[in-house]
């Protein structure tokens, strides 16, 4: 495995990782997934100059514009808990309390 490989698996899992275990606040699940999601985007454009094909180039925009529409609605969602609910905390987000 190349430190290349290397470093783009163990960015996705210690994102993922931070999403599984630090579950506190709405925030830094947030920016657990965009870490993810970054992560992605870089392997995926490191993999897309690698092959020199103008077809691969294509992938790398998609997963950048998915990401920055993710950030947006999740800051949206953010925004909404906060001021419904007071704070980000995702123990005050459930659904079945009035």
Do not use: Y
């Amino acid at each position: 495995m190349s430190p290349i490989h290397f470093t783009m698996a163990s960015a996705f899992m210690l994102s993922l990782t931070g999403l599984a275990l630090n579950r506190f606040h709405l925030l830094s699940a947030l920016i657990c997934l965009e870490g993810m999601m970054l992560s992605l985007f870089v392997a995926t454009a490191l993999w897309s100059t690698t092959m020199n094909s103008s077809s691969c180039t294509l992938v790398p925009m998609m997963i950048l514009t998915f990401s920055a529409c993710e950030a947006s609605s999740g800051l949206a969602l953010l925004v909404a808990a906060t001021r419904t609910h007071g704070s980000d905390q995702l123990k005050n987000l459930n659904l079945l309390q009035c």
